[in-house]
């Protein structure tokens, strides 16, 4: 299995940078420009805004079951008066290929309703017997709150365009992301997105929480390009939480995640 998804890695037209949501954004289909979360800080960083206390989380996803292919990953956000300060650490790969990213995001709420954030990465990426390149770049992003159920959501990721100097046809997405959240009742929350990268075609997130009790939810969606199932669930017990997820791909099968986060 590790050589099959070596080859999967290299023969893509191009080598584009991943990056793996928290569970509870992958359990709804992987969408989450408008949600509001710690995991926020690597979808659309605006999501944490409204945090209110310093909290931590650490995550780990296993690709298409490979014991070789994963993401191991970290998020810490501290609040400041009208200001969320954060950070975000991935590691994507396996020893012949490895992504690493880092960021620091910047998030401030004006008057309640509208989000904004900006964050700057520093990229390195490793692929046996070609060496290594860094980079840098930008995220920005938006959240805006029309009422006390509905909110949408705007990213763009790498407005810049930069790119590995080093290492020819390996890059950063430059891409576009609008997303809503509808808070059907206290139980009940649907989102969807739709991503667009370029020189690639849009995929479209849809994704459900339904909240069987205050500290246990179930959560399912699905995603268009390629077409991927996916499903999980969350506990919350005073201020830890476990998150869990799988997302299935067509051809290369299942990927679990799991997360866990703690508030101060």
Known sequence: MKYICLIFIFFQTELIAQISPGPRSLS???????????????????G??????????????????????????????????????????????INEYSDQTAGIAYSRNFSGALALSIMLN????????????????????????????????????????????????????????FGVAFEFSDKVLIISDIHKVLNATIDTKLGLEYRLIKWFALRGG??????????????????????VASSSHPNLGYSPNLAFSYEF
């Open 28 to 46: 709804m289909g992987s969408a989450g420009v408008a949600l509001k979360e710690i995991w926020s800080l690597q979808h659309n960083s605006a």
């Open 48 to 93: 944490i805004a409204e945090i209110r206390r310093p909290i931590f989380a650490v995550g780990y996803e296993r690709h298409f079951s490979d014991q070789d292919l994963s993401t191991q990953k970290a998020v810490f956000a501290i609040p400041y008066k009208q200001h969320v300060f954060g950070l975000s650490i991935h590691r994507y790969g």
């Open 122 to 177: 520093y990229h390195q990426l490793s692929i046996h017997k070609y060496g290594e390149s860094s980079a840098l770049s930008m995220n920005v992003g938006m959240q805006y709150r029309i009422n006390d159920k509905f909110l949408i959501g705007t990213h763009i990721s790498n407005p810049s365009n930069s790119k590995f100097q080093d290492l020819l046809g390996s890059t950063i997405p430059l891409s576009l992301s």
């Open 222 to 243: 699905m995603s268009a390009n390629p077409f991927k199932q996916y499903a999980g669930f969350g506990l919350q017990y005073h201020r830890f939480a476990l998150d």
